[in-house]
């Protein structure tokens, strides 16, 4: 599954950053999460500081990459879970029980 984990530096988080320009990039290339990749990384402008594109095998999965880069990088995170839109355009009763089985909560399993 496809994921955009939306970050927003915390007041330490800037600070580090301001001390050191690569540190999120240093963060992104030091985490490892068994079941993730990390896909690109961006800074942008506007609401968040960054979006870094992961994909994960589990909801767990990207949840502990979102609990690493966050803590380690001092930024909140905000994660999506991502569907190509041309699965929109499939039969419902197909699509949304698939997407809803991915997106479930690991306490609802």
């Keep these: 599954m496809l994921y955009f984990l939306m970050g927003h530096l915390s007041n330490e988080g800037r600070q580090r950053l301001l001390a050191n320009p690569d540190m ?3 963060v992104c290339r030091e985490v490892k999460v068994a079941g993730t990749q990390l896909l690109a990384r961006y800074a942008v402008i506007g609401r968040y500081d960054f979006i ?3 994909e ?3 909801p767990e999965a990207v949840a502990r990459l979102s609990l ?3 803590a380690r990088a001092k930024v909140h995170i905000e994660t999506l879970l991502a569907i190509s ?3 929109l355009g499939e039969p419902s009763e197909r699509v949304i029980p698939e997407f809803l089985a991915a997106a479930e909560a690991p306490e609802e399993r």
């Design 24 to 26: 999120f990039l240093e």
């Design 56 to 58: 994960a095998t589990t």
């Design 68 to 70: 690493e880069l966050g």
């Design 85 to 87: 839109v041309g699965i």
């Design 52 to 54: 870094v594109m992961a």
